[in-house]
């Protein structure tokens, strides 16, 4: 580590907000917790009533564990709140969404262009046959008309399940029969690194086994060939382009379900997750504007996520919109046409809260600070993090090589499950630690358990567990209310389990763990993957390391590691040792990894998040379990073959 940044990280140093910060922030205090505290339910009804309602809701909520019901009688609609009223209120002309084209094409849609493209979109729906609680399957790229066409189905009340598009034919056929889509959205093809993956084939052999699918909605990206099937396949051009621009928007019960998104995460069949309306666009609007501090007239954000995981929903689509941002929205990988791809969109957009998640941002660190340097990122304002723990040494370098030591980094904890943000920070109110995820947001409660379901004191360790119920939380497994209550309900009486371990330290701050499957038992004593993670990354030559457990006849479990080094560094047995000693010095002998394999890279899910599971049948010598949520599979088998002849380091 440079001097600089281990000056930064000493003696576990604490980020205050600025003055300048604090003086600008929506809240600079923490009496928000105590007033959330003193009536949670009323808190979450006033930040409720930010949103336009046709009708108020009777009952703030209705908890028959495990099923919540939220602002129940209340009657509104999602694309309503994210565009008419802003157009109403004089807004029109404001920029919804800076696009940009991976190829560097760009396109400015205002409030009012949207509205007028969604209620286009949402009147060919209509014209297709689509009707209010129809499913509609979404595999695009990064788009415009994504977003577009998930309002449009927001506008007639049908629920909308977006598919990532990059996942293959086999996820996308699975996904479509378990919500029994009507009717898919699509393109020709969606751009990436310069070349063009062609969905739409991707989507007629999906298509073969979906019965219930009547139609297909194509709109023209790349201009690939495609084979149009007459009576199901329509061209977006010729389909949306003559229709009226206007759709009144249809009045949706607080507890209609507004989509479905499915999620495999690290283990097994995928589920799909069921989002409401009033409660979920009342969490993820309340989130946005207060975590990520937005100032709608000045701030310019942007959320590097894809539309095709909840973070793209919550952070991109509908907080967003419901807060009357202007966003940047970008198509393509960031190392395209160079690895500055993402400074040089910063410095073009005069962004200035940037959203991102920590397998960028060390993915950034090992191509090294040179690209960043290149670009004036003074816009910048405030950094986020999503997605896995953000260990120290990243929070340090993103707090420092993109934030320029000025701008508070928000690391937010959340889960496609919880639908919008949790545990984080308050960016004009929370002192920083970095690696902390901080406190519960006020409104939510969270506490740490132990095996039998009981809060263990401040600081502790256990599980992450959440007692009560919130606005976003999911409404159920679609079509499995068994799935729902065995996976979230069932291992802790009374208490939704997240799956994820954490602690508190003596300040009550929370610190993420990661999955609980992913904890290892090193004689006798627990020890996490993320910290063992974390103390690797901690040595300058460390861009990334996944650490797994292994069985081991006289410890149990040995702790195997796999690390990738940053730009410059070459491995050598020497360097071995040098990184076990690193993980002693700052965890202790216990931690100490049995074998280190260098590798280029590490199996990860389209999502960015490390798949230890995999990691773990390697070093088990076991047959890899399934590889189909894989980015790259390849990674994984050249991982196996290099590990086995690599004799494990002894101790
Ligand atoms: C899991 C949820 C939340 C949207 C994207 C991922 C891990 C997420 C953090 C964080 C530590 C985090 C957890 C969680 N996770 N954010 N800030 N610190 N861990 O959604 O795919 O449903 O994954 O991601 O393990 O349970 P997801």
């Known amino acids: 580590m440079s001097d600089a940044l281990e000056a930064l990280l000493q003696e576990g140093r604490t980020f205050a907000p600025s003055k300048e910060f604090r003086k600008q922030s929506l809240v600079s205090s923490a009496e928000i917790y105590d007033d959330a505290d003193h009536d949670w339910q009323g808190f979450w009804a006033h930040q409720a009533l930010e949103l336009d309602w046709h009708q108020e809701w009777h009952t703030i909520l209705e908890w028959d564990l495990p099923f919540a019901k939220w602002f129940v009688g209340g009657k509104l609609n999602v694309s309503e709140n994210c565009l008419d009223r802003h157009v109403t209120a004089g807004h029109g002309e404001q920029v919804a969404f800076h696009w940009e084209g991976e190829s560097g094409d760009v396109r400015s849609l205002t409030y009012s262009d949207m509205l007028v493209e969604v209620c286009r979109t949402a009147n060919a729906l209509k014209q297709l046959g689509v009707a209010k609680g129809d499913r509609v399957a979404i595999y695009m790229g990064m788009v415009p008309e994504l977003p577009i066409a998930m309002l449009a189905c927001a506008r007639i009340g049908a629920v909308h399940s977006v598919v990532f598009g990059g996942f293959t034919a086999q996820s996308l056929k699975d996904r479509i029969n378990d919500a029994q889509a009507v009717a898919l959205i699509t393109q020709d093809g969606s751009w990436r690194r310069g070349s063009v993956f062609d969905l739409k084939a991707v989507v007629d052999e999906a298509l073969i086994e979906c019965p219930t699918i009547a139609k297909a909605l194509v709109l023209q990206r790349a201009s690939n060939d495609v084979v149009m099937t007459p009576g199901r396949d329509h061209w977006w051009h010729e389909v949306v382009a003559d229709q009226a621009t206007e759709c009144a928007a249809e009045v949706m019960d607080s507890e209609d379900p507004l989509f479905i998104l499915y999620t495999s995460g690290t283990t097994g069949k995928p589920k799909g997750i069921v989002h409401s309306t009033g409660g979920y666009l009342t969490q993820v609007a309340y989130t946005h504007k207060y975590v990520f501090d937005l100032h709608p007239d000045t701030d310019v954000y942007w959320c590097t996520a894809d539309c095709g995981w909840v973070t793209g929903?919550?952070?991109?689509?509908?907080?967003?919109?419901?807060?009357?941002?202007?966003?940047?929205?970008?198509?393509?990988?960031?190392d395209y046409p160079d690895k500055d791809r993402f400074w040089a969109t910063v410095e073009k957009y005069k962004v200035s809260i940037f959203y991102t998640a920590p397998t960028a941002i060390r993915t950034f660190m090992k191509w090294g600070d040179e690209y960043p340097l290149r670009h004036d990122l003074s816009s910048l304002r405030l950094l986020g993090s999503v997605g896995?723990?953000?260990?120290?040494?990243?929070?340090?370098?993103?707090?420092?090589?993109i934030g320029g030591e000025r701008c508070p980094v928000v690391d937010t904890w959340w889960q496609t499950e919880t639908g919008a943000i949790m545990i984080s920070a308050l960016p004009g109110a929370t002192t920083l630690k970095p690696g902390s995820a901080t406190f519960p947001l006020p409104g939510i409660q969270a506490e740490i358990i132990d095996d039998s379901g009981k809060t263990v004191g401040v600081p502790g360790g256990g599980y992450l567990a959440l007692p009560r119920p919130w606005p976003s939380m999911l409404r159920g497994v679609w079509g499995d209310e068994q799935r729902y209550r065995d996976t979230y309900w069932s291992r802790f009486e009374g208490k939704y389990f997240a799956g994820d371990?954490?602690?508190?330290?003596d300040e009550g701050y929370f610190?993420?763990?990661?999955?609980?499957?992913?904890?290892?038992?090193v004689s006798g004593h627990n020890i996490s993957t993320t910290e063992v993670e974390s103390a690797l990354v901690d040595h300058p030559a460390v861009a990334e390391a996944a650490v797994v457990g292994k069985t081991d006849s006289t410890t149990g479990q040995a702790i195997a590691a796999f690390v990738t080094l940053r730009a410059g560094h070459d491995p050598s047995d020497a360097f071995v040792e040098e990184l076990r000693n690193h993980v002693a010095k700052l965890i202790g002998p216990i931690a100490k990894p049995q074998s280190i394999l260098f590798t280029d890279d590490l199996p990860k899910t389209r999502s960015g998040k490390i798949m230890r599971r995999l990691l773990r049948n390697v070093a088990e010598d076991e047959q890899l379990g399934d590889t189909t949520t894989l980015a790259d599979p390849s990674i994984v088998a050249s991982i196996k073959s290099r590990y086995l002849s690599a004799a494990p380091s002894e101790d």
Do not use: F
């Open 511 to 521: 610190w993420l763990l990661g999955r609980v499957d992913d904890i290892m038992l």
């Open 313 to 334: 929903h919550s952070y991109i689509v509908y907080g967003p919109l419901a807060n009357r941002s202007t966003s940047v929205m970008y198509e393509g990988t960031p």
């Open 388 to 401: 896995e723990p953000i260990n120290p040494e990243a929070w340090v370098w993103y707090y420092k090589a």
């Open 501 to 505: 371990g954490a602690k508190t330290d």
